[in-house]
């Protein structure tokens, strides 16, 4: 069973996948790094890569072509965490948790606000 903590971590269901991508690096365009999705959710997703990634770094995320339709194609996500794990084969490969970056927060319209006049305790609309 899950423990509380990492369940109360994980506000977003996640979906196992095999899906092949690149990475490409936001600070470096023209790096790139192989990299398979192997499970997502609306918030973000774990991927399986060949080198250590550093939290903090943001990448595009570019799904192979021949991948179905992927709504998070394009993404922008930042590396949240990373570890090395070795295979049965003693290889080393590296996990990683990426963030998908969260949209702008959404402003009010000043036509939404209200005003107190002080003299009176009314409410009045700018």
Known sequence: MQSTKARDKR??????????LTLQEEAAPDHRVPAAAL????????????????????????P??????IEWAGEVATVRWCIVHRTAERRAVYLAGLQFRLPPPVSRPASRFRVIDCTTGRLTTP
């Open 11 to 20: 506000a977003d269901s996640r979906h196992d996948c095999r899906i092949r």
């Open 64 to 69: 192979e072509p021949a991948a179905a339709p």
């Open 39 to 62: 499970n997502l959710s609306r918030g973000g997703v774990l991927i399986e890569v060949d080198r250590p990634l550093w939290p903090g770094m943001e990448f595009g995320i570019l």
